[in-house]
């Protein structure tokens, strides 16, 4: 790319990554100077990046940044990121000094929108600036690092044990004539064995786990960063063999060292006269008993964790949730709105192209229903405070509700022949200014005690207690669905009827007779022919997405 490519209004230039280009072009050398259609851009191909290459993250497209010429007023603009690379020397210390003095002046600039700016430069993937330290390390990895600490202890107590229960071989051995190095170096060799067969066993489940967890994440539709390897490197197994030696050394020599100590002729007496040579000193009592202690601690808590577990999949288990095709919806603007009513036929255009979507869709062959919403089942719910009248007159009482958002929501259940008080959404509850909404059985299980909560009211907790939001009434009731995570089939659930161009993100979801699967590709079809600006992203089953 050049600079000039980066000037408003230069004709639009991409630059292929070498996966695309073999896709696309199937490797043609001649590609260069063709176009390509990106949504309702056509730009023509400038360059193809190497094999390999998919910086920053996984990408295999780029297009240029073009800024508008006149400049910018602070917070003016698209959000940005920057990257950038570290001059030879340098270091990411000096950098985010360099970089605070800059925001600095900034601020002293512009103290109306930078005085709370607080830059900070991150080594790249990284979540904050010393994620590197070994105390961030351990504090996001506590609950692994307690784990093993129990298993250490168990194994370092068994270890000892078994060298203890020894102890009246190894000085029969050494007052026979075995000299010390002889016995400490079997000891040795007997630890590193065993600790070598449990560094390859533990490596090679390692190396299996990471390769499988790379085939289920990319069986959908994401890809890892592109440094991202899985499987082990070299330096991992060099590291687990330092390890390895380390540990032996310690759970076969200092305890032959003992065993051999000057102590052996005591050990001899016992043994002659019939005694025990068994002997625990006080760290190794001190050990057994804080080993027992954080295991008696672990325990209930692995059982919590095992029955909500096995509770959770049979709750999934009750939603066909692997006959649901699911996808993010949403759709290009061909430019920045500029005047009054831009947004408004934007939202316009794209409600009419969803809904043709959603006809169309309809029509395919095995599609039993289609919906949306801003989420579906077994989809992470937006949890929110609000209050909730439980009778007539009464004063509201605060509550916490699960808002799932969507158009019909009578589409997107198993048919169970139950039927519900109250009424179903109709076409006017879309309306922006609609005050409906629907409540499922654990909502009228909690705030009105079973009694019917039709006609009564919910509204969302203010921000500001003077400025409170518009109550909503309940005209309806829906079945639990069950399959918000570890709510134990209590989740409260409120749902609204929405339009398309209203939600955020748009989720469509389409129940299948067939493998959902099989929709997929033609979904992405569909949606091409409709408006090229159509954007399909996460097209996979309901079950994958759970």
Not at 449 to 471: F, M, N
Request: with cysteine; charged share 20%.
């Amino acid at each position: 790319m050049l600079d000039a490519d980066e000037r408003p209004g230069a004709p639009p230039v991409v630059v292929l990554g070498y996966d695309v280009w073999r896709q696309w072009f199937g490797g043609r050398a001649d590609a260069i100077g063709h176009t390509a259609q990106l949504g309702r851009t056509v730009a023509t191909v400038v360059g193809i990046m190497p094999e390999g290459f998919a910086f920053p993250l996984n990408h295999q497209l780029w297009m240029p940044l073009q800024l508008r010429g006149s400049g910018y007023a602070p917070l003016e603009g698209s959000a940005v990121q920057v990257f950038g690379r570290l001059a030879p020397g340098a270091t990411r210390a000096k950098a985010n000094v360099e970089l605070t003095a800059l925001a600095e002046r900034t601020a002293a600039a512009s103290p109306r929108t930078h005085q709370h700016l607080r830059p900070r430069v991150l080594a790249y993937g990284a979540e904050y600036p010393d994620d590197q330290s070994w105390i961030a390390f351990s504090m996001a990895h506590l609950p692994i690092i307690l784990v093993l600490i129990v298993a250490c202890a168990n194994v370092g107590t068994l270890v000892y044990a078994r060298t203890a229960t020894r102890d009246a071989e190894i000085a029969t051995r050494y007052a026979l004539g075995a000299s010390r190095g002889r016995i400490i170096g079997q000891l040795f060799i007997e630890a590193l064995v065993l600790a070598s067969v449990a560094a390859i066993v533990g490596l090679g489940a390692a190396h299996w786990t990471l390769k499988w967890g790379f085939e289920v994440y990319m069986a959908g539709d994401y890809v890892p960063p592109f440094w991202f390897d899985p499987g082990l490197k070299l330096t991992t197994v060099l590291y687990a063999a330092v390890l390895t030696t380390a540990g032996a050394g310690m759970v076969g020599i200092l305890p032959a060292i003992k065993a051999t100590g000057s102590n052996v002729q005591s050990q001899l007496r016992n043994l002659g006269s019939g005694g025990s040579t068994l002997r625990f000193g006080w760290v190794w009592t001190t050990v057994m008993i804080l080993q027992v202690a954080l295991t008696t601690i672990w325990i209930p808590l692995a059982m919590e964790i095992a029955e909500e577990a096995v509770r959770d999949r049979r709750i999934r288990k009750q939603f066909p949730a692997e006959q649901y095709l699911a996808a993010y919806i949403a759709m290009d603007r061909e430019a920045a709105p500029t005047r009054d009513g831009d947004d408004a036929a934007f939202r316009a255009r794209f409600e009419q192209t969803y809904r043709e979507l959603e006809r169309r869709v309809a029509q395919e062959p095995g599609v039993v229903a289609v919906t949306f919403g801003n989420r579906l089942p077994g989809m992470a719910p937006a949890v929110r405070s609000a209050e909730v009248e439980t009778a007539a007159g009464a004063t509201p009482i605060r509550a916490r509700i699960c808002g799932r958002r969507r158009s019909a929501p009578g589409t997107s259940k198993p048919s169970t022949g139950r039927s519900f008080p109250g009424e179903a959404f109709h076409d006017g509850d879309r309306a922006e200014g609609a005050r409906t909404v629907l409540v499922n059985e654990a909502f009228a299980r909690r705030y009105t005690h079973g009694a019917s909560p039709i006609g009564r009211r919910v509204r969302y907790a203010a921000a500001d207690p003077a400025k409170p939001e518009p109550w909503f009434e309940i005209v309806g009731m829906v079945q639990d669905v069950g399959m918000t995570p570890t709510d134990r089939g209590e989740a409260a659930d409120v749902y609204r009827a929405v339009s398309s161009p209203t939600v955020s993100p748009l989720v469509m979801g389409v129940r299948m007779a067939g493998d959902p699967e099989s929709l997929a590709p033609r979904l992405r079809i569909l949606a091409a022919s409709l408006d090229p600006g159509l954007r399909l992203d996460e097209v996979r089953t309901l079950e994958e997405f759970v």
